[in-house]
């Protein structure tokens, strides 16, 4: 078998079919992994999935709860939103935890990066655990009717675990912090605050 | 507040902007929330993405690692693939699973859905697990080219950890699996092949 890590696709040409400014959808012409001339098409998207798992000094943390239009109904998801890819991961988490829930964090550690639907689109996402939390006022943006709610983290894993929360990334955020909390990998005043540490 | 979960966005018209035998792109005109007059773009999915984690009797399991022409380089994930809105996601799994790894499997679980994307998108994403395996050969399709490697499901958790294993879908469903079995709620056999159980 030839090197698996070399690319075996040849690009013979590429052509924008839609854009706006989330988007940007092209058709390739080109030879496949067995040498067949054929057709692949790759949405770029221009912003990155950022999500956010705040937790407080209770180990509480918070949800934001929207009608999702895509899907035809509601739909709770950790804090979160798109980051453009010319403002780094970190700073969109600050600016997204702050515009939906008023929040900002002294502290935060990057757990999850993510491809989402690598067999059409070459979306990333990010996912981070915020804590040192200070209260303030959220901004949401025009598109967004939001809900908020605090409960705490344990509840937010028991929801995931039981199917009520769905959305990829935040499914993932919730289930990799959990994993680090039962491992104890979490960082310390996280396990304090969620009373899984000394 | 009004009632979260009543729609509230209102679709004025709709108009396809480009579709494939994968996915169709429309943008809709639409009043937001806000009661603002905007648009929408939706992605609508004509595939499942499916995802499978295999467990053999010792503890093992298969990853799949093809070049992913969406982001230039390799990704290992578990087996899967697309299944069409017309298959039950059930047969969708048994039948990407024998594709790509010849394995056949006496009994399954769902244990994960989710929305992918769901600003943008409705492609829904489905978790199995399948047990009592048999093996066979894999048969993939013209455009696939893949390496297949069997290892210990708990090296997978590691990997997954570790953030080498990226794909979305993938993680969910590898760290869905862990807190099944942490907690002890995967099926009894499960447990036992990984060592987890009585």
Redesign the interface.
């Known amino acids: ?1 030839s090197d ?6 040849t690009t013979l040409s590429s052509a924008v ?2 854009e ?1 400014r ?2 940007r ?1 092209r058709l390739d012409e ?1 030879i ?3 040498g ?1 001339r ?1 057709q ?4 770029h998207y221009k912003l990155r ?1 950022i999500a956010i798992l705040p937790i407080d000094a209770e180990g509480c943390t918070w949800l934001v ?11 709770w998801e950790p804090p979160g ?2 980051g453009p890819l010319d403002e780094t991961p970190a700073a969109s988490a600050a600016r997204e935890l702050t515009e939906e829930t008023g929040l900002s964090a002294s502290h935060w550690r990057e757990v ?12 990333v ?1 990010h996912g981070f655990l915020a804590w040192g939390l200070q209260p303030g006022t959220p901004a949401p943006d ?4 939001l ?1 908020l709610r605090r409960l705490p983290f344990r509840e937010v ?1 028991e929801m995931t ?1 039981r ?1 009520e929360i ?4 935040s ?2 955020l919730v ?2 912090v ?3 909390v ?2 104890g990998t979490a960082p310390p005043e996280v396990l304090r605050a969620l009373g899984a540490g000394g």
């Open positions: 078998m698996p890590t070399v690319n075996p696709w079919q839609y706006d989330w988007l959808l080109v496949n992994p067995k067949l054929t692949y098409r790759v949405i999935a709860g929207q009608y999702r239009y895509t899907l035809n109904r509601f739909s939103g798109g999850l990066r993510l491809d989402i639907s690598n067999g059409i689109a070459d979306e996402g025009d598109n967004e009717a809900t894993v675990l199917g769905t959305e990829a990334v499914v993932a289930l990799k959990h994993a680090l039962q491992s």
